[in-house]
């Protein structure tokens, strides 16, 4: 614990600007959707939901 306290706000700057950057970031969307029929596929479900594993990536 003594590590993490002896951290100071200059080093967690420096670290942010090392590694945060615009062009080294993802932004997610979680949107709500209806939930599916106990019959249907785990697979099927998300199909019919519309969801896809890339949409809005060029947003």
Avoid: F
């Avoid at 420096?14 to 599916?36: C, F, K, M």
């Amino acid at each position: 614990m003594g590590r993490v306290l002896d951290v100071t706000a200059d080093e967690v700057r420096e670290a942010a600007q090392a590694h945060l950057r615009p062009d080294n970031r993802a932004v997610l969307v979680y949107e709500p959707v209806e939930p599916a029929d106990e019959t249907e596929d785990s697979g099927d479900a998300a199909q019919a939901a519309g969801t896809d594993a890339h949409e809005g990536a060029d947003k």
